[in-house]
T-cell receptor, first 112, second 109 residues
Framework: DAEITQSPRHKITETGRQVTLACHQT?????MFWYRQDLGHGLRLIHY???????NKGEVSDGYSVSRSNTEDLPLTLESAASSQTSVYFC???????????FGEGSRLTVL | GQNIDQPTEMTATEGAIVQINCTYQ??????LFWYQQHAGEAPTFLSY??LDGLEEKGRFSSFLSRSKGYSYLLLKELQMKDSASYLC??????????WGAGTKLIIKP
C-alpha cells in the first residue's frame, strides 16, 4: 500500500544543532508539504514543493530549509535549532491543487 | 488577513448529534476541508465542500455557505471513537490551505 513516512518520530536535540527530518511518500504525488503544529495554533505551513527541484516558503519558513531532488522525498532541515522550534512536525502530500492531503505520522522535536 | 474561527472545545453525549461550526475569511476561496485528528496522531481527511449545500457521508455531514463564509460539520449517532479534534481548513485563491486551530470534541458516555 502507498504511504507517507516520517523519521525520526521523536528527537531531542540541543540549541544550535542542525537537525533533519525525513519525509518519504510512495504515492508518486507531486505536491509535498511540511507543517508544524503547536497548541492553540492551526497547522502552520513551513515549506512546500510542487515537484522535483521546486521549493517554496510558507508562512513560518525562517530557520528551516527543504530540498526536492526526487518525487518521493522532501527532507526538512533546521539549520541551527532554537527552543522556539520545539513542536510536532507533519509532512503531507497531495495529488493536485484541490486534492486531499495525506499526512505522515508526525515527528515530535524537542530543542533544549 | 486570512482567518479561520472554530470553537476550542465541545462536549457531547454518546449517541447524540453535534454540530461543529467554522467561519472563514480568506483571499479568494476554492473550497473547505474538514479533517479529524485523534490525540497523538496525524490528521485524516473527512470532507471537502466547494459548492453551497450539504454533503453527507455516513454519520458525518458537512455544510457550506459561501455567501456567509460559514461551514459546519455534523456528527450523528456519536460514538466514543469520535472523541478527537476536528480541523477546519479553507483553500484560498493561491490554493493554499488556511487552518483553524481545531475543535476538541469530548464524548461522554
Amino acid at each position: 500500500d502507498a504511504e507517507i513516512t516520517q523519521s525520526p518520530r521523536h528527537k531531542i536535540t540541543e540549541t544550535g544543532r542542525q537537525v533533519t527530518l525525513a519525509c518519504h511518500q510512495t504515492w508518486n504525488h507531486n505536491n509535498m508539504f511540511w507543517y508544524r503544529q503547536d497548541l492553540g495554533h492551526g497547522l502552520r505551513l513551513i515549506h512546500y514543493s510542487y515537484g522535483v527541484q521546486d521549493t517554496n516558503k510558507g508562512e513560518v519558513s525562517d530557520g528551516y530549509s527543504v530540498s526536492r531532488s526526487n518525487t518521493e522525498d522532501l527532507p526538512l532541515t533546521l539549520e541551527s535549532a532554537a527552543s522556539s522550534q520545539t513542536s510536532v512536525y507533519f509532512c503531507a502530500s497531495s495529488k493536485g491543487d484541490v486534492g486531499e492531503l495525506f499526512f505522515g505520522e508526525g515527528s515530535r522535536l524537542t530543542v533544549l | 488577513g486570512q482567518n479561520i474561527d472554530q470553537p476550542t472545545e465541545m462536549t457531547a453525549t454518546e449517541g447524540a448529534i453535534v454540530q461543529i461550526n467554522c467561519t472563514y475569511q480568506t483571499s479568494g476561496f476554492n473550497g473547505l476541508f474538514w479533517y479529524q485528528q485523534h490525540a497523538g496522531e496525524a490528521p485524516t481527511f473527512l470532507s471537502y465542500n466547494v459548492l453551497d449545500g450539504l454533503e453527507e457521508k455516513g454519520r458525518f455531514s458537512s455544510f457550506l455557505s459561501r455567501s456567509k463564509g460559514y461551514s459546519y460539520l455534523l456528527l450523528k449517532e456519536l460514538q466514543m471513537k469520535d472523541s478527537a479534534s476536528y480541523l477546519c481548513a479553507a483553500l484560498d485563491s493561491n490554493y493554499q490551505l488556511i487552518w483553524g486551530a481545531g475543535t476538541k470534541l469530548i464524548i461522554k458516555p
